[in-house]
Nanobody
C-alpha cells in the first residue's frame, strides 16, 4: 500500500523560504514519477513541480525559477524547496506519485502553506 506523508508547511512572510518533504512508503520513488500540486481556496488544483524516474524535472509557470523539486532515493523522500515566496503561493500542497503509465495515482493528505504579505 502506497502512502505519502507531507510535512514542512507553515506560515512564512513574503520573500521567505520553506522546504516541504514527502515521505513515501510502500513503493520506491525511484521507479515512478513524483510531483507536487497545490490548491488554494476556491481554485482548481494546480501543478507545481514534477520529477520523473529519469530525474528530469518540470515546473509550473508560476513557480519557475523560485521552486526546486528534488528527491532522495535512499530516504524514499521528495522535497520541494520554495524560495521567494509570495502571498499567492498560499495553498494546501499535495505530494503525488504516478503509476507506470505516468498518471498521478497516489496522493498525500496535504500540508498548508501560508504566505503573509
Amino acid at each position: 500500500q502506497v502512502q505519502l506523508v507531507e510535512s514542512g508547511g507553515g506560515l512564512v512572510q513574503a520573500g521567505g523560504s520553506l522546504r516541504l518533504s514527502c515521505a513515501a512508503s510502500g513503493r520506491s520513488i525511484s521507479t515512478y514519477g513524483m510531483g507536487w500540486f497545490r490548491q488554494a481556496p476556491g481554485k482548481e488544483r494546480e501543478f507545481v513541480a514534477g520529477v520523473n524516474w529519469t530525474g528530469s524535472r518540470n515546473y509550473g509557470h508560476s513557480v519557475l525559477g523560485r521552486f526546486t523539486i528534488s528527491r532522495d532515493n535512499a530516504k524514499n523522500t521528495v522535497y520541494l524547496q520554495m524560495n521567494s515566496l509570495k502571498p499567492e503561493d498560499t495553498a494546501v500542497y499535495y505530494c503525488a506519485q504516478t503509476n507506470l503509465a505516468g498518471n498521478y495515482q497516489y496522493w498525500g493528505q496535504g500540508t498548508q502553506v501560508t504566505v503573509s504579505s
